[in-house]
T-cell receptor
Framework: SQQGEEDPQALSIQEGENATMNCSYK?????LQWYRQNSGRGLVHLIL?????REKHSGRLRVTLDTSKKSSSLLITASRAADTASYFC??????????FGPGTRLSVLP | EAGVAQSPRYKIIEKRQSVAFWCNPI?????LYWYQQILGQGPKLLIQ????????DSQLPKDRFSAERLKGVDSTLKIQPAKLEDSAVYLC????????????FGPGTRLTVL
């Protein structure tokens, strides 16, 4: 069964706009990670946020985690065509039960 | 630093045949994962090793899938016999320490079962 569920399933935006993707999960977690997958570079780790953290930044990426709502969001600011990819959240329970969500397909139009 | 290596990159077989995939993780990485990714879905964890011990194989179809990680380094995943629904990309990943940390993925093996 899916632990993480991303929302929306697909998103199209113009270059320069911000993109927000959400992830909901069902059981308690140790940490939550976001990954990007495109045909060119395969599956790549973006950011990890631990259950005791609320917000984390990495370049143009901002991730929030709300453990009370069992949800996380990924914000990509000033999007570029190269950000076109599928984005997955993944959760684990103290190093086990690693589960990826179905992903959000982001298209950034020039 | 060399990344995670996988071979072959593509494989086409008939149903009921056998197939094996090989993975060489990043040097020094203790944890190795095998995932199955069906088109349009997220990766599904099949098995997780820490060194040469199995941490999680709850979603591995053990009647047809097997995996081993001899000497805690490279690993093989085997399917015997294959079914049509096994058509997918098989991804190998590794992480430095215990599970739950950043995973580095290989390019995957695309399996087509006819």
């Amino acid at each position: 069964s899916q632990q993480g569920e991303e929302d929306p399933q697909a998103l199209s935006i113009q270059e320069g706009e911000n993109a927000t993707m959400n992830c909901s999960y069902k059981t308690s977690i140790n940490n939550l990670q976001w990954y990007r997958q495109n045909s060119g570079r395969g599956l790549v780790h973006l950011i990890l946020i631990r259950s005791n953290e609320r917000e984390k930044h990495s370049g143009r990426l901002r991730v929030t985690l709300d453990t009370s709502k069992k949800s996380s969001s990924l914000l990509i600011t000033a999007s570029r065509a190269a950000d076109t990819a599928s984005y997955f959240c993944a959760t684990d329970n103290y190093g086990q039960n690693f589960v990826f969500g179905p992903g959000t397909r982001l298209s950034v139009l020039p | 630093e060399a990344g995670v290596a996988q071979s072959p990159r593509y494989k086409i077989i008939e149903k009921r045949q056998s197939v094996a995939f090989w993975c060489n993780p990043i040097s020094g990485h203790a944890t190795l994962y095998w995932y199955q990714q069906i088109l349009g879905q997220g990766p599904k964890l099949l098995i997780q090793f820490q060194n040469n011990g199995v941490v999680d194989d709850s979603q591995l179809p053990k009647d047809r899938f097997s995996a081993e990680r001899l000497k805690g380094v490279d690993s093989t995943l085997k399917i015997q016999p294959a079914k049509l629904e096994d058509s997918a990309v098989y991804l190998c990943a590794s992480s430095l320490l215990a599970g739950g940390e950043e995973q580095f993925f290989g390019p995957g093996t695309r399996l087509t079962v006819l």
